[in-house]
Structures are given as structure tokens and as C-alpha cells.
């Protein structure tokens, strides 16, 4: 008797939180969160070879270990060679074994939703302190990592200075419409014009890039088409990227080939007018930050505005 009442007092008026006496993380897009740390980390190893890595390194944190195998940004995979960072193995198969001889005390992963961290954190949270963010919001997670470093100053100096390159690519943007389009092993993905889009999608979405209808949401929900080849005829852009590879053999199993030669992909009006583009799938599709975000520029510029 005495138990229960003990268990439906505690129920009624929960303890107090301890206070964090060492450096507490508070942010909305941090999964399982708020996060204390001992300590400023000094062995951090990150889950993903995108957002995690770049902007990690970027900030100059103490990355020790991270999946380097089959990236798809050789820039970025080159920078961590150079930077004597331990490979974990692929993304989706890290070596837990590798993992724990790191002896990291920080986990660090961009997962960018929280039924992802949902099922990783449960894994890695017994081995390190383990910060997952769930936000797809990759300035905000530059700020975050930046804390980790006193670089924040140096952070907002660089994301202004992309904000006025992404306004003075927006003021030569010609009225011209834009398709987008990843061709898999598998399938086609749309990645759209939404404001909840994937990173490089929303720099096209603020340097005044027009979409076909199509590719065009008002849903933040709403981020990605699987069309098929049907519906392929709706990327009617005047001007067609497209991108091949990631962490798939797309790129080597021939379907790509296949696709460009089929009648309906030369159907489509960007291909007969011959404003079709090849675009990177290294800064496309595992975007990592701030160089990242300049490349996807740099093709506007090149493809879409053209030479002056």
C-alpha cells in the first residue's frame, strides 16, 4: 500500500530535472533532448556522410570516426581522408565494433526525422552521449555544431555571405521554368519545390528558380514524387537537370542509358531543345553544408542563367 502511494505521489509531482553541470544542449530539433555533456567533446564521431560530416568539420569539431564508404561528395570524402577520420563502413551498416574502439564521447547524426532517430538512438545512446537532429533545418544545425567550437561568429559571417550570393543569383534568375529529376536503379524521384524541401531544392526555391507545376507545393509535408513514366512528361521545364548516382550503382548498372535513349525521355522539351544538364549527384544528393549549398549555385549559374 505504502508502494503505490509512493508510485502515484511521484506520478502527481514528478521530480526535478538535475541541472546539467556541464554544457546542456537545448534545441528543438535535438531528438530524446535536452542533452547534458560532461564536457567540451573531444572525440566525436558522426552517423551520416552528409550534413553530420560537413558541417562538423566544417566548425572544426573533433570528428574521430563516420561512414566513408560509397559516398557520393568525393570533395567531402577527400577532406575526411586528409583528416585521418576513421571509416564506420556504409551509412545505412555502420560498424557498431569500429564505433565503440573510437571510444567517442559524442555521437553525432543528422537524421532529419524523428521515426529515423526513433530507431538508432536506442542502439548508440548506451554507448556515448548521443545528439540526433530530427529538424531539417541545416543552418540551424550549423549554429548548433558551431556552439560545440566558439565558431559561431564565424558561422553567421559565412551563411550571410551565401545569403547575398543566393540574392544576387535571384536578381539575374531569368523567367525561365526548371525540372529537376534523380534517376535511380529503380525508379525516378522529384525532389519539389516545397517549403519543407530538401536543402538543395529550397536554394533553388530562394534564388528564384521556377518550377513546373509539378514540382511545385505549398505543402511543407510534402518533399518528394515518385513519378512514373507517364508522368515523367510533367517535367516540362524549359531547362531539364538530372542527376545520376548517390549512394546507389545507378550510375554503373546501364538503367540511366536506357532512360535517355527511351522515346519518352526524348520527348520531353528541354531534351529536344538540347538545355538538358547532368548535374553532380555528390552536392545534389548528399549535400553537407555551406560548399554544398556554392555548388548548387555555381549550376544555376552555368545552366540555367548562362554565360553573361
Known amino acids: 500500500m505504502i508502494r503505490a502511494t509512493l508510485v ?26 535536452p542533452l547534458c555533456l560532461a564536457d567540451v567533446p573531444r572525440r566525436v564521431v558522426v552517423l551520416d556522410a552528409s550534413f553530420g560530416l560537413g558541417i562538423g568539420m566544417d566548425v572544426g569539431l573533433p570528428i574521430v570516426g563516420a561512414p566513408l564508404e560509397r559516398m557520393s561528395d568525393a570533395a567531402l570524402h577527400a577532406r575526411a581522408v586528409d583528416a ?4 564506420l563502413g556504409f551509412v545505412t551498416e555502420p560498424s557498431l565494433e569500429t564505433l565503440v574502439a573510437l571510444q567517442p564521447d559524442l555521437i553525432v547524426g543528422f537524421v532529419g526525422s524523428e521515426s529515423m ?21 541545416w543552418r540551424a544545425f550549423y549554429g548548433l555544431m558551431a556552439g560545440f567550437t566558439g565558431q559561431e561568429a564565424a558561422v553567421a559571417l559565412q ?8 540574392a544576387e543569383v535571384a536578381a539575374r534568375m531569368p523567367e525561365t521554368t ?19 524541401g530538401y536543402a538543395p531544392f529550397n536554394i533553388m526555391r530562394q534564388a528564384g528558380v521556377m518550377r513546373s507545376a509539378y514540382e511545385t507545393t505549398d505543402d511543407p509535408a510534402e518533399a518528394l514524387k515518385r513519378p512514373d513514366w507517364e508522368q515523367l512528361a510533367q517535367l516540362d521545364g524549359d531547362v531539364l537537370l538530372y542527376i545520376v548516382g548517390g549512394t546507389n550503382d545507378s550510375d554503373r ?6 532512360v535517355l535513349a527511351n522515346p519518352l525521355w526524348q520527348m520531353l522539351p528541354a531534351v529536344q531543345t538540347g538545355r538538358v544538364h547532368r548535374v553532380d549527384h555528390g552536392h545534389w544528393m548528399q549535400f553537407s553544408g555551406l560548399a ?11 545552366y540555367v542563367i548562362g554565360p553573361p
Do not use: N
Open 8 to 33: 502515484l505521489l511521484l506520478s502527481l509531482f514528478p521530480l526535478a530535472a538535475k541541472a546539467c553541470e556541464g554544457i546542456a544542449i537545448e534545441d528543438s530539433g535535438v531528438y530524446a533532448g
Open 84 to 87: 585521418e577520420i576513421t571509416s
Open 159 to 166: 551563411l550571410a555571405a551565401l545569403d547575398d550570393r543566393i
Open 117 to 137: 532517430a526513433s530507431g538508432i538512438y536506442p542502439m548508440v545512446s548506451q554507448l556515448a552521449p548521443t545528439l540526433l537532429y530530427t529538424s531539417t533545418d
Open 178 to 196: 526548371v525540372s529537376v529529376v534523380r534517376i535511380t536503379s529503380w525508379d525516378f524521384q522529384v525532389y519539389l519545390d516545397s517549403p519543407g
Open 292 to 302: 554544398s549549398a556554392h555548388a548548387v549555385l555555381d549550376d544555376l549559374e552555368r
Open 253 to 258: 548498372d546501364g538503367r540511366h542509358e536506357e
